[in-house]
């Protein structure tokens, strides 16, 4: 597969975020820089079977934001996946049917990120779906269609400590703070603040990969 002119940068990022303690290594942008939507990629397509929703490591679970019908959920592999950065993430790719097993990739299809794919290399991706064999893809992110109405899934929060995922947005969430301080990225694909109390209403900032900033009133449910 064609090399890739950002994999030397992405190294060095990561080697250098290796180096900072936990909480430095959270408000540290590591993957990806700038996001790559203006690039195709290619790679192996490949099957891992059909999971329930929220199974993948991004645990996207039901109901699913409505901007992911008809697409086909993905394990991204493990560079690009990048401590869930592109969690939710949608694509638009291609197969060409060259390949070998019994179940070719054949022609356009749409996706979303909800997985990782640990032994896939830079470019594969990992279709949760029936099939067998190794089928070459080509592919690119883009802004997911009807994609707006961000909402906010919680997770074993309380008064005093917020685990957060946004989701429904055009891309990716790369930071998010809570009345001003920035929450720690979890590699589940969550925000995680303590504090508080977060009595009520607390006012929500994010900042997705695509540098769209946005403030919401959120109360935890």
Known sequence: MPP???K??????????????PRARSAMIVPLIPPPYDEQFS?????YGVTPDGDGNCAIRSPLPEM???????ALNDEQYADSYMCGACIEGEGFGEG?????????FKAYVTDRCPECLFGDLDFAADGDGRWDISW?????????DQTFLFEGSNEFYWKIQPR?????????????DEAERSEDNFFILEGGPFDGEQEVHTKTVLN???RQSVAME
Not at 43 to 47: I, K, L, R
Not at 68 to 74: A, F, R
Request: hydrophobic share 35%; with cysteine.
């Open 43 to 47: 790679g192996d397509a490949t099957y």
């Open 8 to 21: 030397p940068l992405l190294l060095l990022a990561a080697t250098l975020a290796a180096l900072l303690p």
């Open 100 to 108: 070998e097993g019994r179940d070719p990739v054949e022609g356009a």
């Open 212 to 214: 769209k900033r946005r």
């Open 4 to 6: 890739h002119s950002k």
């Open 140 to 148: 690119h992110f883009v802004p997911c269609e009807g994609g707006s």
């Open 168 to 180: 429904g947005g055009r891309s990716p969430v790369e930071r998010l703070w809570i009345n001003g």
């Open 68 to 74: 992911y019908d008809g697409m086909i959920p993905v």
